[in-house]
């Protein structure tokens, strides 16, 4: 269970996330749409403390994320994260892309890195591109790429900033198929995303960001089918 | 209390030998230049007959300069040429500048995009104007980086023509040091000078950049 | 005009002892590039640091290794540290100039070169659970040294040619001090300055020639 609490984030003197509150619980997909300067994405680097917090407190299963004494390498094992821009290790090929963190975060062997790779990548339809670098695939290849490295490390919960909006408009689908997969199977899953009509479709609830605030928060069609605030609708009708 | 044998006439000894450095970086840059300049755009234009140029070119960057120094000084005596040893330097230096100008120059050449020249043309320019007007203008802000580096690192080469006997800063320092065996502080003191020379070059050749950026 | 006759004879018979002369140099250089990234390394590291202390001395080193003349560092750890009642050799004297020279000029490539990979290759690796150390040396450094092998091999070959300026502080047993000390002996200057250039054009060559091949075999990406 993710527990937002209270979240303040600012960035020197820019303040982005104003008293943020959202649980997540297990088993759930969660989608955050809004407009850009939002602060949607940044919420995602603070709960694996790839970003500190100024006030309030997210806790992960329990573990407070930005307390002094937490293990950050060893709670970021447990929460995969898939950024917009793909951030494929361009000098590795895939497999290698895949195998790396299993091998030397969770020490595992390399033949049972290597297995769990092939799984993985199979799994998100690139089995064809193991021996492969990053820099002869695809936007969207690359994305599931993304994809499978964070899977590979068995995590409990996904976080999703944007996978889709760096790709050209016909390599969407095939990323977003992924995901939908994903959440067929039970993952528990924060997505931050433009592709409303997807959000609607895969999310138990979605909640809308505005001017660093939870702005509404709801079921998918109760926000997107029939919003109650006048801004929800509003941003609805400038993307749709 | 710190005592020192240093007078003031060995300063301006020092001095001296900073503007026979200076003067050695001029000349040398001058032929360099006038030299670098013509081979790099034959390089650019004509790339494969000029080959063999820039693999004689390629020698003189990879034999150590001293060692330049010593085989034209041996040469000169051989055919039996009078010129003197600052005009050695000069040529040596100059050459060596060349190799690595004619460098800066193609690339500088090259990187002026073909659309670009495409589209002068278009307009009906010849080939001079074309070069005149749009290919030397862009090149020589894109080279101009490269050359000074250049001019700063002949600066710091001319100290190796003590070795032909030509009495430059470096040179000079030995010489006092020689005298008044106080090396730390005589070598510190030229060490000064050539940081100060080389810092109101790059100052010079970045406000020039500069200006130059401006006015695009 | 010529009325020399050249003796290429006793030159070539000079050359054993001037092969081993370039072993010399070429040891020389290697060790002192070893020496010089190590130093680069920190370099980078203490630049990168809050600290003004270590930031600043990292500065002032690579301003000084880039703004005088390498002789110049040359002669003032061989006749500075004199002062100090420290006696080096000439070898180590050049050696220490080098390593100087070099790690200053490297130093300010591994920054450029820290530039060009995106930061958010650190977020990714981070976000796998990997540790900072983990992260540079997995992610980070290898696609550093991809940027910086051009340069660092291009360092190898200046290296190289600057292992000649140990003759002036009194080295004979590289490449130009043997040279050197065959010229001083039979007078035959142009013959033997003339064999140790094509030596020197031999070592720079192979240096980019084997640069080259390793770059092949190690980025294949």
Known sequence: ?240 | MFETSLTSNDLLFLLKGAWVTLELTVGAMLIGTLAGVLFGLLRATLPRATLPLAWVLDVFRSVPLLIQFVLFNALKSIAGLDISAFAVGCIVLGVYAASFCTEIVRSGVLAVPANLRRAARSLGMSYWQDLRHIVLPIATRVAFPGWLNLVLSVMKDTALVMWIGIVELLRASQTIVTRIQEPLLVLCIAGLIYYVMSLVVARLGARLEKRWQEND | ?221
């Open chain 3, 1 to 221: 005009m010529f009325d020399y006759t050249f003796h290429w004879r006793s030159a070539f018979k000079a050359l054993p002892d001037m092969l081993a002369g370039a072993w010399v140099t070429l040891e020389t250089a290697a060790l002192s590039m070893l020496l010089g990234t190590l130093i680069a390394l920190l370099l980078t590291v203490m630049r990168q640091m809050q600290h003004p202390l270590p930031r600043h001395f990292a500065n002032t080193w690579v301003s000084i290794a880039r703004n005088t003349p390498s002789l110049f560092q040359i002669y003032i750890l061989y006749f500075g540290l004199g002062s100090f009642g420290l006696h080096v050799s000439s070898w180590v004297a050049l050696l220490a100039g080098i390593t100087f020279n070099n790690a200053g000029y490297l130093a300010e490539n591994f920054r450029g070169g820290l530039k060009a990979v995106p930061d958010t290759q650190m977020r990714a690796a981070r976000s796998l659970g990997m540790s900072a150390f983990q992260a540079y040396r997995m992610i980070i450094i290898p696609q550093l040294l991809r940027i910086v092998f051009y340069p660092l091999s291009n360092q190898m070959v200046w290296a190289v040619l600057m292992t000649s300026l140990g003759v002036i502080v009194g080295l004979n047993n590289d490449l130009t001090g043997v040279t050197q000390d065959f010229n001083v002996k039979t007078f035959r200057t142009f013959e033997y300055f003339a064999l140790a250039a094509v030596l020197y054009y031999l070592i720079a060559k192979t240096i980019v020639l084997v640069a080259r091949l390793m770059a092949w075999r190690l980025f294949r990406y």
């Open chain 1, 1 to 240: 269970m993710i527990e937002i609490d209270n979240v303040y984030k600012s960035f020197a003197d820019l303040e982005v996330i104003k008293g943020v509150s959202l649980t997540v619980n297990k088993g759930e997909v969660v989608s955050i749409i809004g407009g850009s300067g939002s602060g949607k994405s940044t919420l995602l680097m603070c709960i694996n403390g790839l970003e500190p917090i100024q006030k309030g407190s997210i806790r992960v299963d329990g573990t407070e994320v930005h307390a002094p004494g937490t293990d950050l390498n060893k709670l970021r094992q447990k929460i995969g994260i898939v950024f917009q821009q793909w951030n494929a290790f361009p000098h590795l090929t895939v497999l290698e892309n895949v195998m790396l963190a299993p091998r030397k975060v969770l020490g595992k062997s390399k033949e049972e890195a290597e297995a769990l790779a092939v799984k993985q990548l199979t799994h998100v339809g690139l089995g064809d591109k193991l021996k492969v670098f990053p820099s002869k695939l695809s936007g969207g290849q690359q994305q599931r790429m993304a994809i499978a490295r964070a899977l590979a490390m068995s995590p409990d919960y996904m976080l999703f900033d944007e996978a889709t909006s760096a790709l050209d408009p016909q390599l969407v689908g095939e990323v977003l198929d992924t995901m939908r997969l994903l959440a067929e199977e039970g993952m528990t899953m924060i997505l931050v995303t433009h592709e409303i009509r997807f959000a609607r479709d895969v999310s138990d609830r979605v909640a809308f960001f505005r001017n660093g605030l939870v702005h509404e928060i709801g079921s998918p069609d109760q926000v997107i089918g029939n919003p109650q605030k006048p801004e929800t609708a509003d941003f609805l009708k400038s993307v749709l």
